[in-house]
């Protein structure tokens, strides 16, 4: 049996460098949520199906459950907790909540991120894309009609 | 559920992956963009002392148009193969079948190869080891029966990529390496069509680059797969299908791939007969389609019914031929 030997990471999370001693095998989720103690994104699934462990990799939304958090060095990582400023939601979290696209709120941190990630290169999304971007994101409640508005109210469109 | 413990390898070069996995012959399980195999070691099917990241190989990333030929690196994430309008202008079925695997943020993460080189599934495998204890180990776990078919001799997981059917009609060759050497091999030879060990790739191989030829003459390709949602599930069955014309207009080369109908990809081989020899508009798509029936090779593992995926192999290799026929069609053919 080999010894895993602890890695040293470089982790930019929402703008932060965080220098790290981890277990190799642990998934950018469990650094985020035990190391950082950044727990928007959330264990759900934990098989890459529902989308509540989504972070922005480089700006992309993508699930931390299946990363390793090894792999993500040298990127630019943003959690829910990197939106908006202190005290003030972003846009896309105001229009959630103006539209009562906040259910139980399981999935809404992976829901807001992969809207951002969508806003960010298409701001004026048809109904269809937006669909479309949320297709990998399972919302329990199924409270999609919402969400779906919201993100359109949050686009140039919308606003 | 954390994942069993592992040394991390990141080599930098194809050479220096190459000269790791020799190293470690038998040891090292490869990480390309982490989606499939992630979830196998969480599921504790497979383990190993060592797991081997690509991400810092950029060789391995990448579509170039060479003379003749569209070479897309293995670890091109999915997202990348949809988008390329390089790969979209000339194979319409690797867009396509790229562009419905799984779901966006799954794709941006996902690699052409680590597609090609998934195991195969089943219902009663692909489960927790909490789950799998619970019953005798089936024929893919090393033990003597399976749960799926009773009596079965014979592993009959299915093969879920969705890239495969449509590399292997589009006749897309792969590139495997090894410490020392390297080969070149149609993508359907690395199928061995056995669901206890799908893949005919050697342990220490690491498969670099996808090579599919770029017919000189007029050539269609199409690619349909039957899910229940438009994200995020394996295909239940798919179909993709390629034709060419010869100078006369008549259609010279057909080839239809079934997904998800067996522990490996399937040509069905006698489709060819009511399409070649024919122009376009006098091909015999339904007929073609027929010829699935065949070959599929489905049983009860996946979550729809096996007869119900049979009549749907046929209904998904006729859209794919009906496509693929009408872009001829619409080429001035």
Known sequence: MVKAEKKKINLRVNGEVHTLLVAPHLTLLEVLREELHLTGAKESCGRGACGTCTVLLDGEPVRSCLLLAAEAEGRQVTTIEGLGRQGALHPIQEAFVAHHAVQCGFCTPGMVLTAKALLDKTPDPTDEEIRLALSGNICRCTGYAKIVEAVKAASDKGK | ?333
Not at chain 2, 165 to 187: D, E
Not at chain 2, 299 to 304: F, G, K, R, S, T
């Open chain 2, 1 to 333: 559920m954390r994942l069993p413990s592992f040394q991390y390898l990141s080599p930098g070069t194809v050479k220096e992956a190459l000269e790791t996995i020799a190293a470690h012959k038998g040891k090292v399980l490869i990480v390309a963009g982490g989606t499939d195999i992630v979830n196998r070691l969480r599921q504790r099917l497979v383990s190993a002392p060592y797991v081997m990241s690509l991400k810092a190989i950029s060789e391995l990333k990448g579509i170039k148009k060479n003379k003749g030929e569209l070479v897309i690196s293995a670890g091109t994430t999915l997202r990348e193969v949809a988008a390329s309008p390089e790969v979209s202008g000339l194979f319409p079925a690797l867009s396509q079948s790229a562009s419905c695997t799984a779901a966006p943020p799954i794709r941006n993460m996902a690699t052409i190869g680590g597609n090609l080189l998934q195991d195969t599934r089943c219902l009663f495998y692909n489960q927790s080891e909490l789950f799998r204890k619970a019953a005798p180990a089936c024929l893919k776990q090393g033990g003597r029966v399976c749960a799926a078919v009773k009596g079965a001799t014979r592993c009959l997981s299915v093969y879920q990529g969705d890239l495969a059917p449509a590399l292997i009609a589009c006749n897309a060759k792969a590139v495997l390496k090894k410490a020392g050497s390297s080969r070149t091999v149609q993508v359907a030879d690395i199928f061995s069509n056995k669901g206890k060990r799908p893949l005919a790739v050697e342990e220490d191989e690491l498969l670099t680059r996808i090579v599919i030829p770029i017919p000189s003459g007029p050539y269609s390709c199409a690619y349909e797969k039957l899910r229940l949602r438009k994200g995020l599930d394996y295909p239940f069955a798919s179909a993709a299908a390629f034709l060419s014309l010869s100078a006369k207009g008549v259609i010279d080369r057909a080839r239809v791939v079934l997904g998800a109908c067996g522990p490996a990809p399937v040509l069905v081989e006698d489709a060819a007969a009511f399409l070649v020899g024919r122009k376009p508009g006098d091909a015999d798509g339904l007929s073609a389609a027929r010829c699935a029936l065949k070959v599929c090779r489905v049983v009860e593992n996946v979550a729809l019914p096996a007869s119900y995926r049979k009549k749907m192999a046929v209904v998904m290799a006729g859209r794919a031929i009906g496509e693929a026929l009408g872009q001829l069609s619409g080429a001035g053919a």
